[in-house]
């Protein structure tokens, strides 16, 4: 029911939401969990994910995360496939607007996740898991020997492209300035590695390929040229956007959108009774996952952050 008042609240549905509702299940809370209209986060476009422990011949993305949520609901999570479309955080209870109607919670977990930024083309988009990706340590294992390039000019750029040259033959990477935003000694390590080129003042205009990708489509920036570079793998790192346009106003974001854990705003405070590092700016709001973390996001880190803000929820309702 709408009107009832829950014990706790989940905003997002994939690793870090679920692994959050699943332990608040097991503790009885009863947890009430907006799923989305597109629900299980990121891995819902992964093909094989060969890296989550527990699945020793890989297991496809969307396998894994409905079984992620028949686990939660086995214990008792209620599920509801909506957007949430607004929150109020400013009193208690906490309000969730989803599907026109208001719900009340007592402690709520934000765990909407991350979307790629991706470059936009309509191809692109359809080679998602059939050669690109967003992810080199989810995917660089399946282009050995294969040629790859790695879109963009900061730190996560470089650091995909060092991680694919552990398997792949050749790396470049394309970047549409002349100067990179990494840092230096990004540039440098990247730089002095052999399997690693760069094509500069330049930028990616289509993905090239019917069922597997094929090659792109790159466009010098100076001169307008074009011309259609044969390859295997396109690793797109131009960014991430966090999901969090319904918490403006409502919690503490950084600077890039990021929810910020009151760990990070209060360094060193114990904010008596308890330490809550999974806490936001307000008290008895959580979160967890890609919305908060932009430096890791795998899945395994996020279901992490989700236990960890459910034991937190769990010991915040009994104070």
């Given at each position: 029911m709408a009107n009832e008042i829950r014990n706790a609240v989940i905003i997002g549905s994939g690793p870090a939401g679920l692994t959050a509702a699943l332990y608040l299940s097991r503790a009885n809370l009863a947890p009430l969990l907006f799923a989305g209209s597109k629900w299980g986060g990121q891995l819902m476009l992964t093909t094989d994910v060969e890296n989550y422990p527990g699945f020793p011949k890989g297991i496809l993305g969307p396998d894994l995360m409905k079984l992620f949520r028949e686990q939660a609901e086995r214990f008792g999570t209620e599920i509801v496939n909506s957007d949430v479309t607004s929150v109020g955080f400013g009193g208690r209870p906490f309000k969730i607007t989803a599907n026109?109607?208001?719900?009340?919670?007592?402690?709520?977990?934000?765990?909407?996740?991350?979307?790629?930024?991706?470059?936009?083309?309509?191809?692109?988009?359809?080679?998602?898991?059939?050669?690109?990706?967003?992810?080199?340590?989810?995917d660089a294992f399946f282009f050995k020997d294969k040629k790859v390039i790695v879109v963009g000019g900061g730190d996560s750029a470089m650091e995909e492209a060092l991680t694919l040259t552990k398997f792949a033959t050749s790396v470049a990477i394309v970047h549409r300035r002349e100067e990179?935003?990494?840092?230096?000694?990004?540039?440098?390590?990247?730089?002095?590695?052999?399997?690693?080129?760069?094509?500069?003042?330049?930028?990616?205009?289509?993905?090239?390929?019917?069922?597997?990708?094929?090659?792109?489509?790159?466009?010098?920036?100076?001169?307008?040229?074009?011309?259609?570079?044969?390859?295997?793998?396109?690793?797109?790192?131009?960014?991430?956007?966090?999901?969090?346009?319904?918490?403006?106003?409502?919690?503490?974001?950084?600077?890039?959108?990021?929810?910020?854990?009151?760990?990070?705003?209060?360094?060193?405070?114990?904010?008596?009774?308890?330490?809550?590092?999974?806490?936001?700016?307000?008290?008895?709001?959580?979160?967890?996952?890609?919305?908060?973390?932009?430096?890791?996001?795998?899945?395994?880190?996020?279901?992490?952050?989700?236990?960890?803000?459910?034991?937190?929820?769990?010991?915040?309702?009994?104070?």
């Open positions: 026109n109607q208001i719900y009340q919670a007592k402690s709520v977990i934000i765990a909407n996740g991350a979307e790629t930024r991706w470059l936009g083309f309509a191809n692109e988009q359809k080679l998602i898991g059939r050669g690109v990706s967003s992810c080199a340590p989810c990179f935003r990494a840092s230096k000694i990004m540039v440098d390590r990247a730089s002095v590695n052999k399997k690693i080129s760069f094509i500069l003042n330049s930028e990616v205009v289509d993905v090239l390929g019917k069922d597997r990708v094929e090659g792109v489509k790159i466009k010098n920036i100076k001169d307008n040229s074009q011309k259609e570079m044969p390859l295997d793998g396109i690793f797109v790192a131009i960014g991430h956007i966090p999901v969090t346009d319904i918490y403006r106003g409502e919690v503490e974001l950084d600077d890039k959108g990021y929810v910020r854990r009151k760990a990070q705003i209060y360094v060193g405070e114990t904010d008596a009774p308890g330490n809550y590092k999974m806490m936001t700016s307000v008290k008895g709001v959580f979160v967890a996952g890609d919305v908060h973390d932009h430096h890791y996001r795998q899945a395994i880190t996020a279901a992490g952050y989700g236990c960890m803000a459910a034991l937190e929820v769990e010991k915040w309702l009994e104070q």
